[in-house]
């Protein structure tokens, strides 16, 4: 009597092989944008923390409510002034919240320490803009709506660089003086002015 053994052979081992690194990649594509959207509403929900923080700073110092048709600047709003270390510490509770998760280092923020007083958001409440690009200039225009902070760490280099001719347009999370925070699409060489 002889005893036949059963095992695979090498041509199956591999087709094997093949079809599970082919599943592999497949379901690696589809979880992609689905990585993407979850870093885009965990910035979103970093950029609501930071506006309710906002609420609570403005509140606390006596900030005045915006009105359309009166330009205002930060300190009569009541904001902070940005990398203000009472805000960030006391307000927000630490750095972390000021990161972006889609943000993969780069610029100044390569080489600073985990408690710096720095943003990955970009903070456009500068008064040192001539005239048109002032906050309190779109504050006077916008009212509540004007942009307090934003994010573009969503696109890639190349949409960020203005001077690359072939990108167009650029994706934007906004957070709004009153705490709403919007998504837009934006020509990339617009500044929040233009928003």
């Known amino acids: 009597m002889s005893r036949r053994r059963s095992a695979f052979t090498l041509i199956e081992l591999l087709i094997v092989l093949a079809i599970i690194g082919l599943l592999a990649a497949l379901l690696f594509a589809a979880f992609g944008p689905a990585r993407?959207?979850?870093?885009?509403?965990?910035?979103?929900?970093?950029?609501?923390?930071?506006?309710?923080?906002?609420?609570?700073?403005?509140?606390?110092?006596?900030?005045?409510?915006?009105?359309?048709?009166?330009p205002m600047t930060p300190e009569q709003l009541g904001l902070p002034l940005v990398g203000s270390e009472l805000f960030r510490d006391k307000y927000v509770g630490g750095r972390g919240i000021l990161v972006c998760p889609d943000f993969h280092g780069g610029g100044i923020f390569r080489d600073m320490p985990l408690d710096s007083l720095y943003s990955?958001?970009?903070?456009?409440?500068?008064?040192?803009?001539?005239?048109?690009?002032?906050?309190?200039?779109?504050?006077?225009?916008?009212?509540?709506?004007?942009?307090?902070?934003?994010?573009?760490?969503?696109?890639?280099?190349?949409?960020?660089?203005?001077?690359?001719?072939?990108?167009?347009?650029?994706?934007?999370?906004?957070?709004?003086?009153?705490?709403?925070?919007?998504?837009?699409i934006v020509p990339t060489d617009s500044f929040p002015q233009d928003w």
């Not at 906002?54 to 005045?64: L, P």
């Not at 709506?145 to 949409?159: D, F, I, M, R």
Request: charged share 25%.
């Open 36 to 70: 993407r959207f979850a870093r885009e509403r965990s910035c979103a929900s970093n950029l609501r923390q930071i506006g309710i923080a906002f609420a609570m700073y403005r509140a606390d110092y006596d900030g005045a409510e915006a009105v359309v048709g009166q």
């Open 120 to 184: 990955t958001y970009i903070w456009s409440m500068s008064e040192e803009m001539p005239r048109p690009y002032r906050f309190s200039t779109r504050v006077g225009k916008q009212g509540n709506g004007a942009v307090v902070l934003y994010c573009e760490s969503h696109n890639s280099a190349e949409a960020v660089d203005r001077l690359a001719a072939r990108w167009q347009t650029k994706k934007e999370l906004l957070l709004h003086l009153n705490g709403q925070i919007t998504t837009k």
